[in-house]
């Protein structure tokens, strides 16, 4: 069951009002999607479809903003998934052709219903609303300095300090009030903004987090993956490019001013490893078609005789058909997925993640008895899945398990927009390969090299990989100011 939020008609949203300055323990971290139809009329039953295909991008709260004609926002938000949030009744209330929506998972500290986006606020020159994907990493910084300046927040949520920035800017155009505001922003952001009937979509100038640009009838549509242009039969145009700000409205559009170019772009290579759906293209590579590369590599790396390769589903089965397909080893569905439950990551407790494991997957006897298995899986984080697995499929009767998997050692945090536990958590950041073998009770174990995953999709690159490399692309703002407690990623 959902709990909903609150449905506004004809103004923005009144919530708990928290004048006090950040609490570091606050700081959320977000996965999210986004969605934005501009010259549709029935806007918002469009990007609810869209919002649903984007589903795997958080699945904590969902939220949509459409506005009419006369440029009034109507709200629906609430914690939950987007079909439970959203009936028909809320649906029928969203009326007009411009609608922007929001799916959203976010940790302990920062979940909650009053960080649900869209955020819609009314100010000088109407209603405003954003939503997010990604994480600013100067969010702390920007909103203990506009809580000086008097700014009343209403969420932890970094994407609010987006909304006072463009409230209290002086220009006088929205066009150059939102410019301003961009130039503020640091980190990972891609963003679609509303004021009234105009939208806006950026992408952060080294374009982390991906934003997809469509055309269906006379409108535009915008989204995080192009999975959700399809469920419209909206036709892709093209990706938004990083530093890229469009303005669209109705079925008109132009670029703005575009934000100061990078040294070089860093798309975000876990989003191939892991967080995209297989059926989107991002950055100009398939998914699908990445992940079988990552598989096919893996093979080559790491070869094991055996019976049969099986995926961890569903994350791993693009990367498993291409171990299979180079190493030559029949391809087998050794494990089953109980699909009603959600992401077992993507609970926000560690209680709830042990649960999990236990309850998503069962091991088919048939396929494994009495089999040297090669089971694939697309990431190993806290090492959690795999150990129950191995246990599961030892216990199903399975000779030997050889776990593969299909990307390097995570070993940092990410501040960009996927959710990663503190480096302390990661198994990777402090075991090595032989240990986590040990720990895992496999009777081997392989990682695919950095090198050979960014080889596999060098058209697509370069990209960031700090969770694999401790590189970090965009400076950490918050983190050098000690807003995040402890050692890096201590909290992020
Ligand atoms: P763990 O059990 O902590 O090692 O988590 C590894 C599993 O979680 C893998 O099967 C991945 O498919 C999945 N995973 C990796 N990263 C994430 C993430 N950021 N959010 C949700 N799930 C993830």
Redesign the pocket.
Known sequence: MSRRLDVVSGTSPSGPRDASPPSLDDKPRE?CGVMAVSGIEGAAELAFLGLYALQHRGQEAAGMVAFDDEANARVHKGLGLVADVFDSEALSRLTGSTALGHVRYSTAGGGGARNAQPIVVRYAEGELAVAHNGNLTNAHDLRTWLVKEGAIFQGTNDSEVVVHLVARSRHESVDLQIDDALTHLEGAFSMVLAVGETLYAVRDRRGFRPLVLGRKDKGYVVASETCALDILGAEYVRDIEPGEVLKIRGSRMRRLRPLPPAEKHSPCIFELV??ARPDSRLWGVSVDRARRAFGRRLAEEHPVPADCVIA?PD??NSAALGYAEASGIPYELGLLRNHYIG????KPSQAD?DFG?RIKYNPVREVLDGKRVVVV??????????RSLVKFMKEAGAAEVHLRIASPPVKSPCFYG???PSREEL?GSSLSVDEIAAELGVDSLGYLSLEGMETAVEEAGPFCNACFSGEYPAPLVDVEKGFVPGNVGAHC
């Open positions: 996965e892991y967080f961890v994350s791993a992401r077992t990551f993507i993640r494991a899986d697309d990431s190993l984080v806290r090492g959690t899945t795999s996927i959710d990663m198994i």
